[in-house]
């Protein structure tokens, strides 16, 4: 009987895999006439805006390292020059960036920290075009003005930012799981509710996720768990795939504001990875195979003090449009 049934599922496969292909083709050709390979003004923006997002990240980890990322800030410096070269200082993608050079700068000179010679110049001479003088652009925090109460949705969602700080304190398992409560009501397509999530708290395996994802140094060791948002794949048909990390994409903008609302300071995370590692890590962590790995949330109490980065909103008017 079993092998009837591994025939058949078998041949299922084959059946649907040419349509798979086409799609697959498609939509990866898509992708490559319209990613970041391809130099637009658009694509120069987004470049500008994630590269001064880890710049801004690094002014707000917790033990801040002077003299960190001297690279970056000199690509920083020559794409914004060539942008500018190219168009004009005016988009918030390039003010942006702008005002995290500033404030590299400004946090170093106040430590008497030497920057080389050629990172001073290159930022100081792009000073000219910035719009905002104010001197800093991170946010000084306390838990307690971080996690506001009582107040309009508006006021709550703009309250809720990427927190890397965490105190010594362990975070109660079941504000966990309520957080994850609270984020059930996420829609999903045809109401499968196919998101799953991993607490992941052992140190062994805390540890693990922390070598593999790159995104957490300098703090993930602080965070008392890490949460892993994957997707169950068994619940969609083949084409629908795009569809599956779209919900589980809103069900963790809703598990976000769920552990804002239980005071569990977060840190979402990317879990792009390629195929080997994906399979490393469904043996490592105990993840069926039928689920795929979406993102990574490292969680805990927040510290007393911390700054956390403002991260510049483009304008509304670039986000949406009329037809």
């Given at each position: 009987?079993?092998?009837v049934?591994?025939i058949?599922?078998?041949?299922?496969?084959?059946k649907?895999?040419?349509?798979?292909?086409?799609h697959?083709?498609?939509?990866?050709?898509f992708q490559?006439r319209r990613?970041?390979?391809i130099?637009?003004?658009?694509?120069e923006?987004?470049?500008l805006?994630?590269?001064?997002?880890?710049?801004e990240?690094?002014?707000?980890?917790?033990?801040?390292?002077?003299?960190f990322?001297?690279?970056r800030?000199?690509?920083l410096?020559k794409y914004?020059?060539?942008?500018?070269?190219?168009?004009?200082?005016?988009?918030i993608q390039v003010q942006?960036?702008?005002?995290?050079?500033?404030?590299?700068?400004?946090?170093?000179?106040?430590?008497?920290f030497?920057?080389p010679?050629?990172i001073?110049?290159?930022?100081?001479?792009?000073?000219r075009y910035?719009?905002?003088?104010q001197?800093?652009?991170?946010i000084?925090?306390?838990a307690e003005?971080?996690f506001?109460e009582?107040?309009d949705?508006?006021?709550?969602?703009?309250?809720?930012?990427s927190l890397?700080h965490?105190?010594?304190?362990?975070?109660?398992?079941?504000?966990?799981?309520?957080?994850?409560?609270?984020a059930?009501n996420?829609?999903?397509?045809?109401?499968?509710q196919a998101?799953?999530?991993?607490?992941i708290?052992s140190k062994?395996?805390?540890?693990?996720v922390?070598?593999?994802?790159?995104?957490?140094?300098?703090?993930?060791?602080?965070?008392d768990?890490i949460?892993?948002v994957?997707?169950d794949?068994?619940?969609?048909a083949?084409v629908?795939?795009?569809?599956?990390?779209?919900?589980?994409?809103i069900?963790t903008m809703?598990?976000?504001?769920a552990?804002?609302?239980k005071?569990i300071?977060?840190?979402p995370?990317?879990?792009?990875m390629?195929s080997?590692?994906?399979?490393?890590?469904?043996?490592?962590?105990?993840?069926p195979?039928?689920e795929i790995?979406?993102?990574?949330i490292?969680?805990g109490?927040?510290?007393?003090?911390?700054?956390?980065?403002?991260?510049?909103?483009?304008d509304i008017?670039?986000?949406?449009?009329?037809?």
């Open positions: 009987m079993n092998t049934k591994i058949l599922n078998s041949l299922r496969i084959i649907n895999f040419p349509k798979m292909l086409k697959d083709i498609f939509w990866t050709y490559l990613s970041r390979l130099k637009t003004k658009e694509s923006l987004a470049v805006l994630v590269d001064s997002h880890v710049l990240k690094g002014l707000t980890m917790p033990n801040r390292r002077l003299g990322g001297q690279q800030v000199r690509n410096v914004i020059n060539e942008y500018i070269s190219n168009y004009d200082a005016s988009p942006a960036a702008l005002n995290d050079l500033a404030e590299y700068l400004a946090v170093h000179k106040k430590a008497s030497a920057l010679e050629d001073v110049k290159g930022i100081e001479n792009l000073m910035r719009l905002d003088e001197e800093n652009f991170s000084p925090c306390t003005s971080y506001v009582d107040v949705f508006e006021k709550f969602s703009f309250s809720r930012r890397r965490y105190s010594n304190d362990k975070v109660d398992i079941d504000r966990v799981i309520d957080a994850i409560r609270i059930q996420a829609p999903s397509a045809c109401n499968r998101t799953r999530v991993k607490i708290q062994e395996a805390k540890e693990y922390l070598s593999i994802q790159n995104g957490t140094r300098g703090f993930g060791h602080l965070a768990k949460l892993l994957s997707t794949m068994s619940n969609w083949p629908d795939r795009n569809s599956a990390f779209l919900d589980a994409g069900f809703n598990l976000l504001y552990l804002h609302y005071h300071a977060a840190c995370l990317n879990a792009d390629g080997k590692l994906v399979k490393e890590i469904h043996k490592r962590l105990n993840i195979m039928s790995p979406v993102c990574f490292t969680i109490n927040a510290s007393k003090e911390f700054l956390v980065a403002k991260s510049q909103r483009i008017e670039n986000v949406y449009s009329i037809v």
